[in-house]
């Protein structure tokens, strides 16, 4: 058995073997309607007759037919309140007029008008026209007059049944409107009493006055915070000098403004500048000491006296340090009294101005609520006006255009009736085709056949006509005109002749199949003629020595012969008969026998094979049916290789798998599959007859076909 697994071969045999299986499948669906064409031809004459006889007993119906249409409706203010759905309008209404609770109103209206008339049923249709508003209503019952007065009824209890529930909808809106409006005022003189008591506790007008006020006298408040906060914070920061000079800039740029003011003004107490002034001196008074120290000697009266002067300065500026210490801390001490006092007074103006903005909009809420119900409480008023009008000058949104006809008789059409049996019928007969051909598992093309098998497909034979369906079919012979039936054997033995493996041809060949009728005797005679055709010497021994028949094909007697090789002992060389086919020697099947199973299992096939390869190229045996008898379980291990036959449209798959499964458990080497007598005409063998003209023009005989083929 070849093991290909589609995942080694790539995408392109995966696309080949998906192709492969939908030629397979139309190549049975052609072969059923083939082989079983009565079925459909049953089936549709069936579903003719049924339908014929059908329209046959039918009894005439009457129909009747009314129109109704969207009226029109005059555009004016009141009549804007009455809406319907308008996106699936047409839809809705056609479903309307033909739904239980109008139908069922008009069978009562027609059984009270006409209690005389007979009960009867009548089926209703509601269809609309193409491109317009307008509803044709088509009834369709038995009794003519009653027909007409079910349509005119359907149509005058869909505008009384509309009516009512537009009547109906506008009482319920109204009553909740009304409901609705008697709460609106309650609430209304609630809200007025809410506002009128605010009003005499609080004045509006000195509300906004004093909301305003506490406004800005409580930001006035927050930014005099932020810079007392800001310059305590300054002070906590820097250091005694870097205050000092702070304050010298701070002067500077208050003079330099032109503003007589002095620190005080500005918020807080001026420091002393005494000391910066000091500083300054001692550092002049040190540049001039070290100046006249890089000439004069320290003991110099001028360097004394530059000493105690600078020492002099030194105890002044310590008394100005502490006391502008002092006086920074003063300033720490009045700036943080001040941000205490400023936060209780900010604290103490939130809570006001929290109190007048709560009232304000107290206020405010109450008079917006009493617009909005004011407002709403208007226009519900107005609504209800509008609908007590509408109620009464409302038209119908569909009225009746033309009356219920007179019924008329209505017969289906003969030619629909049948053309439905047809269609019915039909499909009926390719559903039971298709059943059939699940069950069916014979094998019908080589595109099946590669699906089903594993093995190598050597050849394929053509089906070939017979003027006797009962006679046989001649064997190739030269001049023959079969030219694809002839071509078929020529490519299988091309594949025979270039069949090598591991360096050796097969030359002892067992031809068989898995049940009688395949082909494998008529396979293995033209096998064996192609094959001296080219050149090669070919012995074909009938070995089916229950029902061999070999010699019938080639004219000759069938005794002696192989049962008596090896029942008798005799010489095989000397039961050898001419075929008058040059290099093909045939050894017929000789006496028929039940025990052929025993002969072979007592007998040395294999030193006949040895003698027989010695004087031919190819041994080919004929062989019987693997399920029919165990001759071949016997036979095909001393063979170089088994060519198994399948009959198209004949095998059964699932036998052939249990035969060659019989043949792998005894390691026979099958060399292929023989796929014989296939339908001309299927998908995948229909290259053959594309090329008869072309076989036409080869010369008779077969003598250059493919020169010498000897082992």
């Known amino acids: 058995m070849t093991d290909s697994p589609q995942s080694e071969r790539g995408p392109t045999y995966v696309r080949y073997a998906w192709r492969a ?20 031809v049953l089936g549709l004459l069936l579903g003719l007759g049924f339908e014929g006889w059908k329209w046959r007993g039918e009894k005439p119906l009457y129909t009747s037919a009314g129109r109704m249409i969207v009226s029109i409706k005059l555009s004016i203010p009141e009549g804007s309140v009455y809406n319907e759905e308008l996106n699936n309008f047409l839809g809705t209404q056609a479903a309307l007029m033909q739904s239980g609770v109008v139908i069922n109103r008009a069978y009562e209206r027609l059984g009270a008008a006409h209690p005389d008339w007979p009960a009867t049923s009548v089926q209703l249709r509601v269809n609309i026209l193409p491109k317009t508003t307008i509803f044709l209503l088509q009834g369709t019952g038995s009794e003519p007059r009653a027909t007409q007065a079910f349509v005119q009824a359907c149509m005058e209890e869909y505008v009384t049944f509309k009516k009512d529930m537009r009547m109906r909808t506008s009482d319920t809106t109204i009553a909740g409107l009304t409901e609705e409006v008697l709460r609106l005022k309650a609430e209304l003189l609630r809200g007025d009493k ?3 008591a605010f009003q005499q506790t609080n004045s509006v007008l000195l509300l906004q006055e004093q909301g305003n006020t506490a406004g800005q006298y409580l930001a006035g408040l927050n930014q005099r915070l932020a810079a007392l906060k800001s310059e305590y914070a300054l002070l906590q920061a820097l250091s005694l000098n870097q205050n000092l000079e702070r304050q010298q800039q701070s002067a ?3 003079g330099a403004a032109g503003d007589g003011s002095d620190a005080a003004a500005s918020g807080g107490e001026r420091m002393n500048s005494d000391y910066l002034h000091a500083r300054q001196q001692i550092m002049l008074l040190k540049a001039e000491w070290e ?20 020492s002099r300065r030194e105890r002044l500026l310590t008394i100005f340090q502490q006391q502008s210490a002092e006086q920074l801390e003063s300033r720490k001490n009045s700036l943080k009294i001040q941000i205490e006092n400023l936060e209780k007074d900010v604290k103490e103006w939130d809570v006001k101005t929290l109190e007048i903005g709560g009232k304000t909009a107290e206020f405010q809420r ?10 709403l409480y208007d226009r519900l008023l107005a609504t209800m006006q509008t609908l007590d009008i509408n ?11 033309e009356k219920a006809s007179v019924a008329y008789p209505e017969r289906r059409e003969l030619r629909s009736s049948l053309l439905i049996g047809a269609l019915a019928g039909i499909g009926i007969s390719l559903l039971l085709l298709i059943v059939l051909d699940r069950l069916d598992d014979r094998i019908n093309s080589r595109s099946e056949l590669t699906e089903l098998f594993e093995e190598e497909v050597l050849g394929q034979i053509p089906r070939e006509k017979l003027a006797d369906p009962h006679g046989e079919i001649p064997l190739i012979k030269p001049g023959d005109e079969r030219h694809a039936f002839l071509e078929a054997y020529r490519n299988l033995r091309s594949s025979l002749l270039y069949m090598h493996e591991a360096g050796r041809r097969p030359k002892t060949i067992l031809v068989t199949s898995s049940v009688p009728n395949d082909g494998k005797s008529i396979t ?17 021994v009938d070995g089916d020595l229950r029902k061999g028949s070999l010699h019938t094909r080639f004219g000759l007697k069938s005794l002696p012969g192989f049962f008596e090789v090896l029942k008798e002992g005799r010489k095989w060389t000397e039961l050898l008969q001419d075929t008058g086919i040059p290099r093909l020697s045939l050894l017929l099947r000789g006496a028929a026998t039940q025990e052929a199973s025993d002969l072979f299992a007592i007998s040395s096939i294999e030193i006949l094979l040895k003698e027989a390869i010695a004087q031919f190229d190819f041994v080919i045996f004929d062989s019987a049916p693997v399920m029919a008898a165990d001759d071949v379980a016997g036979l095909a291990p001393h063979f170089d290789g088994v060519l198994f036959v399948l009959r198209a449209e004949y095998t059964s798959a699932r036998v052939a798998h249990s035969a060659l499964e019989s043949l792998y458990q005894r390691q026979v080497r099958v060399l292929g599959l023989v796929f014989n007598s296939i339908r001309p005409s299927t998908l995948d063998y229909y290259h053959y007859y594309k090329y008869k003209d072309y076989y036409a023009k080869v010369p008779a005989g077969d003598t250059t076909s493919s020169g010498t083929a000897k082992g």
């Open 21 to 40: 299986q939908v030629v397979a499948r139309l190549n049975r669906l052609k072969n059923q309607l083939t082989t079983k064409w009565w079925i459909p």
């Open 194 to 196: 809410e506002m009128v």
């Open 252 to 254: 500077s740029q208050v």
């Open 291 to 310: 100046d006249l120290g890089r000439y004069l000697r320290p003991k110099h009266p001028k360097m004394m006296a530059l000493s105690d002067e600078i």
């Open 366 to 375: 109450l008079k917006s609520e009493s617009q909005r119900i004011q407002a």
């Open 391 to 401: 109620k009464e000058i409302s038209p119908e949104s569909v009225n009746i255009m």
């Open 524 to 540: 293995s005679a033209n096998l064996a003629i192609t094959l001296a055709n080219a050149g090669s010497r070919v012995l074909l």
